[in-house]
């Protein structure tokens, strides 16, 4: 049921795939010379393999870790990570589309999911948020799996999946509210339940969750201090609206595309009067109210958040709310879609992929150019990286290098492209980097460096009193005039650093 038996949905599968890792990870590949800000930071924070960091959960550290251990620290291994997340995603949709359509109608909902621009033209940059859609995605799946009849070992599965939720962002929170309201609202879903299948379920989701939780309780819950000094606040009524109303209209931005061509089919039905679907869902309408909850519910519930605390939410934070809405939309009206299975319809996503990408590649490359603006996705940071390699090599006599010391992006992009793979000391912070000592840093030795653009961070004086500082810089791939600069100065190794 969940493998395609019809040939031609099964080429449109392959279709899927292939475009969407040659838009989303070719792409941005040819156009970026340096990482996003938020992959370096994943990869600054994930090479210390903590089971907890000062913003947010360790999983998309950890697998941006993973991805350059296994691909090498380039570009292939940090643009891979988000479309195969989406993939997932589309994967998962998928299996939840089958328990209520037929194969066609199935790859209609999928494809008319991968519209959204969250699953395009916002996702290159991989961090919490992307990874997000994948996991709530297959937490959807596996709970309408179990509650129509799963056993133990399915709510477990199900545990598993809403712990790694959290472990990817403590939004996972929104979801846990969502799926237990559902269940406890509705008598059919409560008459499955049962104490062992709930009790897998928090177990497994315990387990999985649990390091991070103690790591956090630890360190007096860093992650809730960040998300505080992350939430804008309006001091009026008004002002809550306004900021309401701002996150929604953002969100309703990002799936505009499944909005119009939702519009279009349904207009251009020739069976507007049928209400249920004829592919398998349940005559009693749960289904149709599950996918419908699963896909407004996030929004109405951090909508209403907004207007009693007037705290203003980033339009980032909506990017995995909406995993389902194209499934409702094709679960409520299939008749309406089926005629979406064409080759026509084929082309036109496949040319909405090449304008995202060819928007994508403007943005990032020469839009920066034409506002003559050395931005990050045209830093020349392995050319300032092998600069800076080379004074540190000459002024320390080789000495290896182990820890640079600088902001997430500075400083992680420096490492990220030095040979050494040095570990990052964020801003001289101990709370932020608690894998690097000072004690640490006076024995072996630290690479300190800082924009050239800004004033020297006090943390300079305070390691490296007295030390020259010095300056690298490197010209934009094919445009010599715009020139990145930075400054640096470094704290000699002293003979008694132990090998790591």
Request: proline letters at 6%.
């Amino acid at each position: 049921m969940l493998i395609p038996q019809d040939r031609q949905v099964r080429l449109a599968l392959l279709l899927l795939v292939l475009a969407y890792l040659s838009a989303w990870c070719l792409v941005p590949v040819f156009v970026h010379d340096s990482p996003p800000l938020d992959v370096v930071e994943g990869w600054v924070l994930g090479q210390a393999w903590q089971a907890g960091y000062y913003k947010h959960p360790p999983l998309s550290p950890w697998l941006t870790a993973a991805s350059t251990l296994l691909l090498g620290r380039n570009l292939w291994a940090v643009f891979i990570l988000s479309p195969l997340a989406m993939l997932g995603g589309l994967a998962a949709l998928w299996v939840l589309a089958r328990q209520f359509l037929d194969e066609r109608t199935s790859l209609v909902s999928v494809y008319l999911a991968s519209t959204q621009l969250y699953f395009n033209l916002l996702i290159p940059e991989f961090n919490h948020n992307v990874m997000q859609t994948p996991l709530w995605a297959m937490a959807f799946a596996l709970t309408w799996l179990a509650v129509r009849g799963g056993g133990v070992w399915l709510w477990a599965a199900l545990g598993v999946v809403l712990g790694a939720c959290a472990l990817a962002k403590y939004s996972a929170a929104l979801l846990y509210l969502v799926l237990g309201g559902f269940a406890l609202l509705r008598q059919p879903v409560r008459q499955t339940l049962s104490a062992a299948k709930l009790a897998a379920c928090a177990l497994a989701a315990t387990a999985v969750m649990a390091a991070n939780l103690l790591w956090q309780m630890r360190n007096g819950w860093p992650a809730l201090h960040y998300l505080g000094d992350r939430l804008g606040h309006a001091d009026t009524f008004a002002g809550h609206l306004l900021n309401a109303l701002s996150f929604v209209g953002a969100q309703v931005l990002a799936v505009l595309p499944i909005l119009v061509v939702a519009a279009w089919a349904l207009r251009r039905s020739s069976q507007p009067g049928d209400k249920h679907n004829s592919f398998g869902i349940d005559q009693s309408g749960l289904g149709q109210i599950y996918l419908w909850v699963s896909a407004l519910a996030p929004l109405a519930i951090c909508a209403v958040a907004i207007v009693l605390t007037g705290n203003s939410f980033k339009s980032m934070w909506g990017t995995m709310m909406f995993t389902t809405l194209a499934l409702a939309f094709v679960a409520w009206r299939p008749a309406a879609f089926s005629r979406l299975f064409s080759r026509r319809a084929w082309l036109a996503w496949l040319a909405l992929q090449v304008v995202l990408a060819l928007v994508y590649a403007v943005m990032m490359r020469w839009g920066p150019v034409l506002q003559h603006k050395v931005s990050k996705a045209i830093y020349p940071a392995a050319e300032l990286s092998a600069q800076l390699d080379a004074a540190w090599r000459q002024k320390t006599g080789g000495a290896p290098l182990r820890t640079v010391v600088g902001d997430t992006w500075t400083g992680g992009v420096v490492a990220f492209y030095l040979p050494s793979a040095p570990t990052v000391m964020i801003d001289a912070d101990p709370s932020k980097s608690p894998w690097v000592s000072r004690e640490h840093l006076h024995r072996c030795g630290a690479l300190l460096v800082w924009r050239a653009d800004r004033p020297a961070p006090p943390w300079v004086a305070e390691i490296a009193p007295g030390q020259p500082v010095a300056s690298v810089q490197a010209s934009v791939r094919g445009h010599t005039e715009l020139v990145a600069s930075m400054q640096w100065t470094l704290l000699p190794p002293q003979a008694n650093c132990a090998i790591r």
